[in-house]
């Protein structure tokens, strides 16, 4: 069955430091997304990405994030200085279509910045 | 701000028992979903709902929409301890994006 799969599983890193986040989506998907979800907390909206662009974005993808759709199959998070405050579990999904959407989450990336 | 609240935030019952999660908003939603999420992994797809008074069943899960396309609820019957989760609803506004649930965690005692 197809999976969305994300890598690392867990990535630590030091606080000011840039890392990225790679996600593998569903082969016939066309819509991207990033969520995250800090410890004990609900999962919140980052982005959507559609067609090689932004379709949408939160109050929390500041300047300090983008994403990336590098090659036909890889679609990334950057976050440039990461803050303590980043520290969380965050999500790729994708799906086939914008509406009634049916996203299919992978298993996360745990971010943790120290 | 957009707030999808559900209830209870924790249930804890034993096997064999029914149960019924609510999700709660003052939004209407052009669809809504369940996951339900295991520790460390992510959210599952359970079911979508579409139309307003909608009810999907999955095996011993029972999923309604509101008419008016605000709330929904979940029913598990004969509750089993593989039911042991957090369950998530998450509704969709516009397009491109999921506002997810408070989320219930329900434990299932054997």
């Known amino acids: 069955e197809p999976e969305v799969t994300q890598t690392p599983s867990h990535q630590v890193t030091q606080m000011g430091q840039e890392v990225i986040l790679r996600c593998v989506p569903i082969?016939?998907?066309?819509?991207f997304y990033w969520y995250r979800q800090i410890l004990g907390q609900k999962v919140e909206f980052l982005v959507s990405f559609y067609n090689n662009e932004i379709s949408e974005k939160s109050e929390i993808f500041d300047d300090q994030f983008s994403v990336e759709r590098p090659d036909g199959s890889n679609f990334t998070l950057k976050i440039r200085s990461t803050k303590l405050e980043d520290s969380a579990m965050y999500f790729c999904?994708?799906?086939?279509?914008?509406?009634?959407?049916?996203?299919?989450f992978g298993q996360g990336t745990r971010l943790t910045v120290v | 701000t957009q707030l999808l609240e559900q209830s209870p935030q924790f249930l804890s019952i034993q096997e064999g028992e029914n149960l019924t999660v609510y999700c709660n908003s003052s939004s209407v939603f052009s669809s809504l979903q369940w996951y339900r999420q295991e520790p460390g992994e992510g959210p599952v797809l359970l079911v979508t709902v579409v139309t307003g008074g909608e009810v999907k069943k999955l095996k011993r899960l029972t999923f309604q929409f509101g008419d008016a396309r605000k709330d929904s609820s979940l029913h598990i019957t004969a509750a089993q301890p593989g039911d042991t989760g957090l369950y998530l609803c998450a509704g969709e506004r516009g397009a491109n994006n999921l506002f997810f649930g408070t989320g219930t965690r329900l434990t299932v005692i054997p």
């Open positions: 999904a994708s799906s086939q279509r914008t509406r009634n959407t049916e996203a299919f």
């Open positions: 082969s016939n998907h066309l819509y």
